[in-house]
């Protein structure tokens, strides 16, 4: 696994609502600043413009309120 640092892309997986009208998606995010290997202050890149989040934690799939490692691409 790759070590975090600034400036790498990586993807976030939002809240979404809890009546899931709106559902957790997979946003592009940004690095901005590195607390620790699993923490990380990101600024996430939405269609309607850029939101900052401080203090986010890593998972190894992708899990609401949390980031993680893009996957290689499998497509064909």
């Known amino acids: 696994m790759p070590y975090p640092t600034v400036g790498r892309i990586v993807h976030y997986t939002n ?6 009208k709106y ?3 997979t946003q592009a995010a940004l690095i901005t600043k590195v607390h620790s290997e699993v923490s990380v202050n990101l ?3 939405y269609s309607t413009g850029m939101f900052f989040m401080t203090s986010v934690t890593r ?3 992708p899990e609401r309120g949390r980031w993680n490692w893009p996957r290689a691409f499998e497509g064909g």
């Open 43 to 45: 600024c996430v890149f």
């Open 23 to 25: 559902p957790a998606e």
């Open 59 to 61: 998972a190894e799939e």
């Open 15 to 20: 809240l979404g609502d809890k009546d899931e």
